[in-house]
């Protein structure tokens, strides 16, 4: 909500350079670099801190951004901690299909999962750099977003107290239902959306992983997925209609469904387990376009979602974070130029990513529409990967995120 004209009513104002609405990774990671940088900020949250350091969220994090953070200081329990995926499986007509991209890159995957590495950025940016986090807050309003004197206003959580942040940039890293992009007036900023007409029941396991590296599940009932998370919990996934009520489906039907959509010959059986998660991620994309207006800069989920097909969401978020913090750091000692091509930086990978993950969703969804023409296209695809090195690597190359130009 924006209020360029009267400000806010506040019975407290302080000021800081950059105030950061949002304590996910994205906000985070830009706090820690900013306060690093020795760049005061001042990071908003709804929410508690322990709420965010439990909310689950994605595990599967590309080796250019633990790098990144490794270079910041931000990766000391990651790296000590983090499972190194070097291959995944795909599964399809009865057959296992086990793929290898780190002997064609030379480049693997990290699995950490995401409320362990909130965990890390928090406690790193609060305990241990000072940090000034301010968790609970309510009613975030951004104001003259466009004129030389933006603020944020707020009321405390503790108090009820009414309260005023002004400051230089506001970074906008509040996720897909956040306050920031609704900041920008309609007729400045163009929503790309794409919306792909299934969903997947995402699953948490009580139980160990059934194999050690990612499984995909191409089947004429729909996708099947796995990704371990840790040595006794698992995340499935289960291709279902949009909008489906996860209280349908029972712990026998989603074991049912698993171990009919993951079978293969010579496969070990599904380790099965309690469910201690159930929820239904409806499928789609947007992406913002601008992701600046005036001193508003978005990143992450706030800029643009990439559904969960290709787990490309927090590395997005990472990788703005990185642009968008150096560039306010450089900005500092008088170099505007990060901050000017801050967006068209950002968006050329976005689209990559979104590109990618459309591709990808056609692999795994293709077989289970009915459409023979669908299906044999699909299967064609997947042939392709298993005997041209050249399409292999290409492949590798984009899930990991190492692709040239990246």
């Not at 670099?33 to 929410?47: F, H, K, N, S």
């Not at 969804?365 to 669908?374: E, V």
């Amino acid at each position: 909500m924006t209020d360029a004209e009267s400000g806010p009513n506040s019975t407290l104002s302080q000021r800081s350079s950059v105030v950061i609405v949002g304590a996910g990774p994205a906000g985070l990671t830009v706090g820690n670099i900013l306060r690093a940088a020795g760049v005061d900020c001042v990071v908003l949250e709804c929410e508690t801190r322990t709420f965010i350091e439990r909310r689950p969220r994605a595990g599967v994090i590309e080796e250019w951004a633990v790098r990144a953070l490794d270079r910041r200081g931000l990766a000391t329990r990651l790296l000590g901690h983090a499972e190194r995926h070097t291959a995944c499986e795909f599964r399809f007509a009865g057959e296992r299909h086990p793929f290898e991209y780190t002997e064609l890159t030379g480049h693997h995957h990290f699995v950490y999962p995401q409320p362990l590495l909130v965990t890390d950025l928090v406690r790193e940016y609060a305990d241990v750099r000072g940090g000034d986090i301010r968790f609970g807050v309510r009613d975030i309003r951004l104001h003259d977003l466009a004129g030389g004197h933006p603020s944020v206003s707020y009321t405390c959580g503790d108090t009820g107290q009414r309260r005023v942040l002004h400051c230089e940039f506001v970074a906008g890293c509040d996720g897909a239902r956040g306050v920031t992009r609704e900041a920008i007036p309609a007729g400045r900023v163009r929503v790309a959306r794409h919306d792909y007409g299934i969903g997947w029941l995402a699953l948490l396991a009580q139980a160990p992983p059934s194999a050690d590296r990612v499984l995909f599940g191409m089947h004429a009932e729909g996708f099947a997925g796995q990704m371990p998370r840790s040595p006794d919990v698992t995340r499935y996934y289960l291709q279902c209609p949009p909008g489906e009520d996860p209280d349908g489906w029972s712990h026998e039907r989603v074991w049912a469904q698993l171990r009919g959509r993951l079978a293969a010959e010579g496969a070990k059986p599904l380790a099965e387990g309690e469910l201690i998660e159930k929820r239904v991620l409806d499928m789609h994309d947007y992406v913002t376009e601008p992701m600046t207006y005036g001193r508003l800069f978005l990143a992450g989920d706030a800029a643009h979602l990439v559904a969960p097909i290709a787990a490309k969401g927090l590395n997005l978020a990472l990788h703005d974070a990185f642009l968008l913090a150096d560039a306010i750091v450089a900005h500092a000692s008088g170099d505007s130029r990060g901050l000017d091509r801050y967006g068209e930086a950002c968006l050329r990978r976005v689209w990559d990513y979104q590109e990618f993950s459309q591709w990808l969703s056609e692999v795994y969804h293709g077989a289970s529409f009915g459409d023979p023409f669908r299906t044999g296209t699909t299967l064609a695809r997947l042939r392709r990967l298993f005997t041209s090195r050249a399409a292999a690597t290409a492949f590798a190359e984009q899930y990991l995120g190492s692709a040239p130009g990246y």
